[in-house]
């Protein structure tokens, strides 16, 4: 009986540390400029995706190679004729559902761009201020046949009910890619360039050969690995030429030095009630000086969107205490604010 009564009272002691080790958090949002002003260029075309042109010797050979000499098994490739364009057209989809997702640009129909690419000058006149270009730089497909000795368990010859270790050869395909994407803006009123990146990227696939299915195969498709490859190239494009809004957490300060008052606020927040935790610990810093109650004051105004308040709450309590914490608070919180005002200006 007090074995297990023992046992309630440990399993409660844990529950108490366990709450007490969560801290509670806020969270509050804030802008990022984008790297490249692009509010004066909002009108845009973008044109067709072009793809890789391979020249006569980097054609992928229609049998993957065998770096073994010993496989028993013909493979075909996994790259097939036009996969070049396959990619391009993958990633000229991706280009434009992620433009038109940022709802930040008013887009040209497609092929519009690419009508007057020879002469951009031609855009402006249909309303136009800036046009884009994608295209494919590099595509490297590599795939061979590599052999590699594993130990498996086989019956005995003598026994047949009983398995031996056994050296035998298991073969493998391997797979690689890598291809290079390049992009640019240009002004369409003079062709100035306005914004450019390239993005470069490899992926791995490896695997095994059936050595008891037919003696000619098909390796995977590297398609996949290619549009895994877009996808990712097409999703940083437009962080860098549009404000995006990021979200942060910080946890609130704990209540040392102990304010039995302030608990309520804790509890407060937890609860969602965040009006309520302000009121109390806004009091709470002015009645007691209690620095804690300061910096959770501070975080709840820019959480409930007062972030000039806040600054404004934390530089007169430096000012008072000279604590670092409500420094570095108060530091981090103009960065927010700073960031946020270059980019509402790019709006």
Known sequence: MKTK?????????????????????????????????????????????????????????????????????????????????????????????EARDTGYFTLASSGVADTYLDHPSRLTIKGYDAYMRV??????IDEYIYAQEETVKVPSLNDPTVLVESTTLAYYVKQEVRAVFEWEIRATANDALLASDSYSSSRTRTTEIDLEGDTVQSAPSVLPLLRDIGSRFTSTIFSQV???????????????????????????????????????????????????????????????????????LLEDGYKDTGNTKVRDLLESMKNRKSSTEEAQEQL
């Not at 295209?135 to 490297?140: I, R």
Request: proline content about 5%; glycine content about 4%.
């Open 135 to 140: 295209w494919n730089e590099d595509l490297e």
């Open 242 to 312: 549009v404000p995006t809004t990021k979200t942060v957490s910080f946890a609130l300060m704990k209540n040392d030095p102990k304010n039995y008052r302030s608990e309520s606020a804790y509890e407060a927040v937890k609860d969602g009630n965040l009006v309520e935790a302000l009121d109390i610990f806004e009091k709470e810093w002015k009645r007691r000086d209690h620095i804690p109650s300061l910096y959770n004051a501070a975080l709840i105004m820019e959480a409930l969107g007062d972030r000039d308040e806040g600054i404004e």
């Open 5 to 97: 009564i023992y046992g309630m009272i440990l399993t409660v002691l844990l529950a108490m540390v366990f709450l007490s080790s969560c801290a509670t958090r806020v969270s509050m949002s804030y802008m990022v400029p984008a790297e490249y002003d692009m509010s004066g260029y909002r009108a845009l075309a973008i044109a067709e995706t072009e793809p890789y042109r391979f020249r006569p010797f980097e054609l992928p050979s229609p049998y993957v190679k065998d770096m073994s000499a010993t496989s028993p098994i013909i493979i075909y490739s996994g790259s097939r004729i036009g996969i070049e364009k396959q990619l391009a057209s993958y990633v000229n989809e991706r280009v434009f559902s």
